[in-house]
């Protein structure tokens, strides 16, 4: 598989820094609440699940696992039934475009019956499988609960206190050039593989740990492609790997049930610059079946001007079931090259 990025501003504003979007997205979803509902501050959202046209749209099947402080005593009393919301406000079937009195929380998610998990909730969201317009590529995760802006006190507005959301997260797909720390390692391990079967010599003789890890695979690359590193500019030395790597070259057999996952990101289309003077192709992940984990630290909580409600951060992680994801493809994987790993069912998401 192979996804178009249709010009280079829209590839800037996917690989820019998330903390920033973060703070950008908590506000304007809120300030849509405000603006758009005309209802008073806090309310149970009656929203539908959201169910795709498959005549219309592709999608991802995204999971979240809702922390226990989420489901709290205002939550159970929900009539709706408790549950988590999803909020995107551009793509397909965006939650501002379904004639609601207030789009925010946006749709509510459905309930994942697994055994022995209660805490975990999905939602298929649209990809590019209809088009560029098609794809959602920023979500807010939430506990379904239209908390409001006024921060009335809990008699007067006992949802305010009870909303929780996470910040703006991407759901499109990371690639090396995010530079996620979580997925660090196994981008560098994807490349050494890759590289070493297309013929690249002594990758695989690389340190994963080595500082200087991107500089030498591309002097090794520059070498393969009859380069001299000293000829070539600076922006050039940074793509030389990316410029070796074809599709017929990846093979991501060894991560099992997320092999589908893995593919080469054109950065920028073809049909807008040829591949030698664009940063080339770059592997990237997209999110089908991970599940969002709510990070609970409060040092990685954004607060909104304009609410006062804090965004909480949070990242994807491949599911293995019974609760357990790391950021490695496979369980075996993770423990063998020291992935960070967790559960669902650990106290801070137990309801």
């Known amino acids: 598989m192979k996804k178009k990025i249709l010009s280079v501003l829209l590839a800037g504003a996917l690989l820019g820094s998330m903390s920033v979007a973060g703070m950008v997205a908590v506000s304007a979803a809120e300030d849509a609440t405000s603006a758009d509902s005309g209802l008073a501050p806090g309310s149970y959202s009656n929203h539908p699940n959201y169910k795709p046209n498959p005549a219309l749209v592709e999608t ?6 809702m922390p226990g402080a989420w489901m709290n005593e205002t939550w159970e009393k929900d009539p709706n039934g408790g549950s988590a919301g999803l909020y995107w406000w551009v793509g397909y079937d965006h939650c501002g475009n379904q004639g609601w009195p207030n789009a925010w929380p946006g749709y509510k998610a459905d309930k994942v019956t697994e055994e022995g998990v209660d805490n975990m909730w999905s939602m298929d969201v649209p990809t590019y499988g209809n088009g560029e317009e098609g794809d959602a590529t920023q979500i807010i995760w939430n506990n379904n609960i239209d908390g409001g802006t006024i921060k009335d006190d809990d008699v007067k507005n006992p949802f305010y206190k009870a909303a929780q959301q996470t910040k703006d997260s991407a759901c499109q797909y990371y ?5 996620n720390d979580n997925y660090e390692d196994l981008f560098r391990y994807i490349y050494v593989n890759a590289l070493d079967k297309a013929g690249v010599e002594g990758v695989k003789a690389v340190d994963l740990k080595s500082a200087d890890f991107w500089e030498t695979l591309n002097k090794l690359a520059a070498e393969k492609l009859g380069n001299k590193w000293e000829d070539l500019k600076a922006d050039e030395k940074k793509f030389q ?4 790597l074809d599709e017929e070259e990846l093979d991501f057999s060894e991560f099992g049930s997320y092999a589908g996952n893995f ?4 950065l920028v289309g073809d049909e807008i610059y040829p591949k030698e003077a664009s940063n080339g192709d770059c592997i990237a992940f997209h999110f089908d079946n991970m599940i969002y984990v709510v990070d609970m630290d409060p040092e990685h909580i954004t607060v909104s001007p304009l609410s006062g409600k804090p965004g909480f951060g949070g990242d994807w992680y491949f599911y293995y079931g019974a609760g357990e994801y790391g950021t490695w493809p496979t369980k075996e994987l993770n423990k063998a090259n020291g992935g960070v790993s967790g559960n669902v069912m650990s106290d801070e998401y137990r309801h």
């Open 175 to 179: 690639s090396r050039n995010d530079q």
């Open 263 to 266: 593919y080469n990101e054109d």
């Open 60 to 65: 991802k099947h995204l999971l979240f696992a």
């Open 241 to 244: 790997i990316d410029l070796i």
